[in-house]
């Protein structure tokens, strides 16, 4: 069975403001569950990807509420329009080109009017070494409409992932 993590923010409200959030709002879990704000579900034959796995082999999950520490020059008019939610296997720099897809679910920031989600990630060597977003390796769900709260999509590797509104 692969690893699930989830974590729940009770609501977009204190993201919209300049309040602190508690930490006791936010909760997190090793399962998926169908109403946190952001899950990731790793693939059960992650670690055949891996070389050198050993018992001691770990894997890390990060939540960043904001995108204040994904800088970009350029925001090419597309929003941020979720929590960014991260897996990565210590001692790795890419875990990637994965035959067994990595399974995002994000809950779309009610305060955001965009349209048309994006399923992205991260990459650092975008923009000349700056960083942007990317969509390459990655798919949304192809039941998704418009209408829904939610958002699933499919990647081929581990890094940090959120949706992209127009």
């Given at each position: 069975i692969g690893q699930n993590f989830s974590a729940n923010l009770g609501g977009f409200s204190n993201l919209n403001t300049n309040e602190s959030i508690d930490s006791s709002e936010l909760s997190f879990e090793?399962?998926?569950?169908?109403?946190?704000?952001?899950?990731?579900?790793?693939?059960?034959?992650?670690?055949?990807?891996?070389?050198?796995?050993?018992?001691?082999?770990?894997?890390?999950?990060?939540?960043?509420?904001?995108?204040?520490?994904?800088?970009?020059?350029?925001?090419?008019?597309?929003?941020?329009?979720?929590?960014?939610?991260?897996?990565?296997?210590?001692?790795?720099?890419?875990?990637?080109?994965?035959?067994?897809?990595?399974?995002?679910?994000?809950?779309?920031?009610?305060?955001?009017?965009?349209?048309?989600?994006?399923?992205?990630?991260?990459?650092?060597?975008l923009d000349d070494g700056y960083g942007d977003w990317s969509s390459d390796g990655c798919q949304i769900d192809e039941s998704y409409n418009d209408t829904q709260d939610y958002v699933t999509c499919f990647c081929d590797h581990l890094t940090s992932f959120s949706i992209l509104l127009d």
């Open positions: 090793m399962r998926m569950t169908t109403q946190a704000t952001a899950s990731i579900r790793l693939p059960n034959n992650l670690f055949k990807a891996v070389l050198n796995v050993t018992n001691n082999t770990r894997i890390t999950h990060a939540v960043f509420l904001s995108d204040s520490l994904f800088l970009r020059r350029d925001s090419n008019d597309l929003e941020v329009g979720g929590i960014i939610i991260s897996a990565s296997v210590v001692g790795y720099n890419s875990i990637e080109n994965l035959t067994s897809l990595v399974t995002i679910s994000f809950l779309k920031n009610p305060s955001i009017n965009g349209s048309g989600p994006l399923c992205s990630y991260w990459n650092p060597t």
